[in-house]
């Protein structure tokens, strides 16, 4: 009935947020006396020599004088002690419901540990007393949800069911029939309720019986984790680890440069190493799989499960928004889908790149800061419980509801307004200058496309001779060594080994600003010395 899952719900919720936010009350709450099993017979059965209540099994030579023996089974006619199975929460509610002056009394009806029976329901009373007698809400809701149960369970007529001995004479009684039995009867009805016990009218020529059946003991195991669609998480996980070390090594290789040299660098190009350097060494498909990824994240609210009180007895979902410094940091990763796509434009931007793209990667950033600030992804519950039958008694499937934690529609508003920046910058530029002279095309094809068009070049120049210091080349994937007067030059885009020897007179006099620089750059190919003869550059492949 409606009714008696609302009791629960009610009961069970009022309990839970005192539990979570009293320490003493979850102490207290662990602290409950609590039996193994209730074996449990009404008043009016007691001394009564009783068969099993299997209605549809031959007469049992079983009997009982004490407690109930089987209800009826589906599938086998055995002739056991009918037990009821409580958990802490079952023996809250039961009690609140219940609401017993009598504890001696109603503890009588228990064959097995009435004195366990008699301290539960003392301390839960000290509990009510303690938490809740200055709530009437919670009180009285509680009682007008029992009364509204009771009433429902009534209409339906739901029974116990045992055959007097020896003649056979059947006995019936209502759940709620007697008072002092109510604990135990909320016990019964909580475990229909849990789908552990089933409620089913026998209808015959006279007339029929809504009876309650045996309990059906749930077996509980963890799923297995090989059916848990976790690998496409791990596969994204470790692409964004790798791209994370790679990008840590080039780092690294480019400070031992920055060090070897003196400092004898252009730093404005150290500032490209994640634009640049990630293009080159990780490779644009795995840098959009971690742009996809960085947005993902960013369309998800941050929904975590906690621990709650003294004893860590409450386990719920907490929503802890990030912090201001953190929120800034990750929505900069949207970077990432800005830098994949700038680059796969640069065919068609060419000139402009130098100018838009920058600025189009900080407006993203600052978008994406200030929306997620203004808009904050929020989770959201769905609880709506539905089965289907997989396979005739034997299995089903059950979904209780839909916690959505992610927003498809956050993630295609940032992919949006990455795509509309990036329109946005570049229309601006071209309108400002709508005739750029392109005068980097013909540059070196050591350089990538992106590192043609966004290091700092302009200063490392002599007689229409580029330079490129040692730590902007491994950013952009070359890495040289001098030696004998020749530059050992491997590009590792197209894994080969360049040879180069530099005539007299590009190399800069010692009165050029070019110097003391070019002691720790090489020239680039393609700006002016190959046009020479080729003694000025031989090609070795590897």
Same mark, same amino acid.
């Given at each position: 009935?409606a009714?008696?899952?609302q009791?629960?719900?009610?009961?069970?919720?009022?309990?839970a947020?005192v539990?979570?936010?009293?320490?003493?009350?979850?102490?207290?709450?662990?602290?409950f006396?609590?039996?193994?099993?209730?074996?449990?017979?009404?008043?009016?059965?007691l001394?009564?020599?009783?068969?099993p209540?299997?209605?549809?099994?031959?007469?049992?030579?079983?009997?009982?004088?004490?407690?109930?023996?089987?209800?009826?089974?589906?599938?086998?006619?055995?002739?056991?002690?009918?037990?009821?199975?409580p958990?802490?929460?079952t023996s809250?509610?039961?009690?609140?419901?219940?609401?017993?002056?009598d504890?001696?009394?109603t503890?009588?009806?228990?064959?097995?540990?009435?004195?366990?029976c008699?301290?539960?329901?003392?301390?839960?009373?000290?509990?009510?007393a303690?938490?809740?007698?200055?709530?009437?809400?919670?009180?009285?809701?509680?009682?007008?949800?029992?009364?509204?149960?009771?009433?429902?369970?009534?209409?339906?007529?739901v029974?116990?069911?045992?055959?007097?001995?020896?003649?056979?004479?059947?006995?019936?009684?209502g759940?709620?029939?007697?008072?002092?039995?109510?604990?135990?009867?909320?016990?019964?009805?909580?475990e229909?309720?849990?789908?552990?016990?089933e409620?089913?009218?026998?209808?015959?020529?006279n007339?029929?019986?809504?009876?309650l059946?045996?309990?059906?003991?749930?077996?509980?195991?963890?799923?297995?984790?090989?059916?848990?669609p976790?690998?496409?998480?791990?596969?994204?996980?470790? +692409?964004?680890? =790798?791209?994370?070390?790679?990008l840590?090594? %080039?780092?690294?290789? /480019?400070?031992? *440069?920055? !060090? $070897?040299?003196?400092?004898?660098?252009?730093?404005?190009?150290m500032?490209?190493?994640?634009?640049?350097?990630?293009?080159?060494w990780?490779?644009?498909?795995?840098?959009?799989?971690?742009?996809?990824?960085?947005?993902?994240?960013?369309?998800?609210?941050?929904?975590e499960?906690?621990?709650q009180?003294?004893?860590?007895?409450?386990?719920?979902?907490?929503?802890?928004?990030?912090?201001?410094?953190?929120?800034?940091?990750?929505?900069?990763?949207v970077?990432?889908?800005?830098?994949?796509?700038?680059?796969?434009?640069?065919?068609?931007?060419?000139?402009? +790149?130098?100018? =838009?793209?920058?600025?189009?990667?900080?407006? %993203?950033?600052?978008? /994406?800061?200030? *929306?997620? !600030? $203004?808009?904050?992804?929020?989770h959201?519950?769905s609880?709506?419980?539905?089965?289907?039958?997989?396979?005739?008694?034997?299995?089903?499937?059950?979904?209780a509801?839909?916690?959505?934690?992610?927003s498809?529609g956050?993630?295609?508003?940032?992919?949006?307004?990455?795509?509309?920046?990036?329109?946005l910058?570049?229309a601006v530029?071209?309108?400002?200058?709508?005739?750029?002279?392109?005068?980097?095309?013909?540059?070196?094809?050591?350089l990538?496309?992106?590192?043609?068009?966004?290091?700092?070049?302009?200063?490392?120049?002599?007689?229409?001779?580029?330079?490129?210091?040692k730590a902007?080349?491994?950013?952009?994937? %070359?890495?040289?060594?001098?030696?004998?007067?020749?530059?050992?030059?491997?590009?590792?885009k197209?894994w080969?080994?360049?040879?180069?020897?530099v005539?007299?007179?590009?190399?800069?006099?010692?009165?050029h600003?070019?110097?003391?620089r070019?002691?720790?750059?090489?020239?680039?190919?393609?700006?002016?010395?190959?046009?020479?003869?080729?003694?000025?550059?031989?090609?070795?492949?590897?």
């Amino acid at each position: 009935p409606a009714a008696l899952a609302q009791l629960y719900q009610f009961a069970s919720e009022a309990t839970a947020v005192v539990i979570a936010n009293d320490d003493g009350a979850q102490r207290a709450f662990a602290n409950f006396p609590q039996a193994t099993t209730w074996l449990p017979c009404p008043p009016e059965w007691l001394n009564v020599s009783r068969y099993p209540g299997t209605v549809m099994c031959p007469k049992s030579t079983s009997t009982s004088s004490a407690a109930i023996l089987s209800l009826w089974v589906d599938g086998g006619c055995s002739s056991l002690t009918e037990s009821v199975y409580p958990t802490p929460m079952t023996s809250v509610v039961a009690t609140l419901a219940a609401n017993s002056t009598d504890v001696n009394r109603t503890c009588q009806s228990d064959m097995r540990t009435p004195a366990t029976c008699r301290k539960l329901l003392t301390q839960v009373a000290q509990f009510q007393a303690l938490y809740w007698n200055h709530n009437g809400d919670v009180l009285g809701g509680i009682a007008t949800w029992a009364r509204q149960a009771k009433a429902s369970v009534a209409a339906l007529n739901v029974s116990f069911l045992q055959f007097k001995a020896p003649e056979g004479a059947i006995l019936t009684m209502g759940l709620f029939d007697n008072p002092s039995f109510e604990f135990f009867a909320w016990g019964y009805a909580f475990e229909w309720l849990m789908g552990t016990r089933e409620v089913v009218s026998f209808e015959g020529d006279n007339g029929k019986l809504v009876l309650l059946s045996s309990i059906s003991v749930m077996l509980s195991s963890p799923p297995n984790p090989l059916e848990i669609p976790a690998n496409v998480a791990l596969y994204f996980r470790g +692409t964004v680890v =790798y791209i994370t070390a790679m990008l840590a090594f %080039v780092a690294a290789l /480019a400070t031992a *440069f920055i !060090m $070897a040299s003196g400092g004898h660098i252009e730093g404005l190009n150290m500032l490209e190493m994640n634009r640049v350097g990630g293009i080159v060494w990780s490779g644009r498909p795995l840098l959009f799989l971690r742009s996809i990824v960085a947005i993902c994240l960013l369309s998800t609210a941050p929904l975590e499960l906690t621990q709650q009180g003294a004893l860590g007895a409450m386990t719920m979902f907490t929503s802890n928004q990030l912090t201001w410094y953190k929120l800034v940091l990750a929505a900069g990763e949207v970077g990432w889908f800005v830098f994949v796509v700038t680059d796969v434009l640069i065919i068609f931007t060419q000139a402009y +790149t130098t100018t =838009y793209a920058v600025m189009c990667g900080l407006l %993203v950033w600052l978008v /994406a800061v200030i *929306f997620t !600030m $203004a808009v904050p992804v929020a989770h959201s519950v769905s609880v709506h419980r539905s089965c289907i039958i997989l396979t005739m008694d034997f299995q089903s499937e059950c979904t209780a509801g839909t916690v959505y934690v992610g927003s498809v529609g956050r993630f295609t508003q940032l992919v949006v307004m990455s795509l509309a920046s990036m329109a946005l910058c570049y229309a601006v530029e071209r309108l400002r200058r709508p005739r750029l002279k392109d005068t980097r095309r013909h540059m070196s094809m050591l350089l990538s496309t992106s590192s043609r068009y966004l290091f700092a070049l302009d200063k490392w120049q002599y007689n229409n001779c580029y330079y490129l210091d040692k730590a902007s080349a491994v950013i952009t994937g %070359v890495l040289c060594v001098e030696r004998r007067g020749q530059f050992y030059v491997l590009d590792i885009k197209l894994w080969r080994l360049f040879v180069l020897q530099v005539p007299a007179e590009y190399r800069p006099p010692p009165d050029h600003p070019m110097h003391e620089r070019s002691y720790f750059a090489f020239p680039l190919i393609g700006t002016g010395i190959d046009r020479d003869s080729n003694d000025v550059l031989s090609r070795v492949g590897r």
